[in-house]
C-alpha cells in the first residue's frame, strides 16, 4: 500500500520559513514525479510544485523565488522549504504522487495523481 505522510505545518508570522516534509513508501519513489498542492476553503485545489523523475522543477508563478521543492531518493521524502511567506499562502498543503516519472502537459491535473497526503496546515498570520 501507498503511504504519504506528511509533517511540518503550522503558525509562521509573514515573511517567516517553513519546511514540509512528505515520507513516502510503498512503491518505487525515485520512479515517481512528486508534487505539492494547496488548497482553501471553497477553493480548488492548486498545484504549488512540482518535482519529476529525473529531477527537474516546476512552479506556479505565485511561489517562484519563495519556494523550493527537493526530494531524497535514499530515504523517499520530498520537501518544500516555504520562506517569505504570505498571508495568500495560508492553506492546507497536500503531498501527491504522480503515476508516471514525468508528463508532456504538465502537472496540474488531478487525474494524474494517485496518491495523496493527509493534508498539513499552514497558516500565516500577524
Known amino acids: 500500500q501507498v503511504q504519504l505522510v506528511e509533517s511540518g505545518g503550522g503558525l509562521v508570522q509573514p515573511g517567516g520559513s517553513l519546511r514540509l516534509s512528505c515520507i513516502t513508501s510503498?512503491?518505487?519513489?525515485?520512479?515517481?514525479?512528486m508534487s505539492w498542492f494547496r488548497q482553501t476553503p471553497g477553493k480548488e485545489r492548486e498545484l504549488v510544485a512540482t518535482i519529476t523523475s529525473p529531477m527537474r522543477t516546476i512552479y506556479t508563478d505565485s511561489v517562484k523565488g519563495r519556494f523550493t521543492i527537493s526530494r531524497d531518493n535514499a530515504i523517499d521524502t520530498v520537501y518544500l522549504q516555504m520562506s517569505s511567506l504570505k498571508l495568500e499562502d495560508t492553506a492546507v498543503y497536500y503531498c501527491?504522487?504522480?503515476?508516471?516519472?514525468?508528463?508532456?502537459?504538465?502537472?496540474?491535473?488531478?487525474?494524474?495523481?494517485?496518491?495523496w497526503g493527509q493534508g498539513t496546515q499552514v497558516t500565516v498570520s500577524s
Open positions: 510503498g512503491f518505487l519513489f525515485k520512479r515517481y514525479a
Open positions: 501527491a504522487k504522480a503515476k508516471y516519472g514525468s508528463i508532456n502537459y504538465g502537472y496540474a491535473r488531478l487525474d494524474d495523481y494517485d496518491s
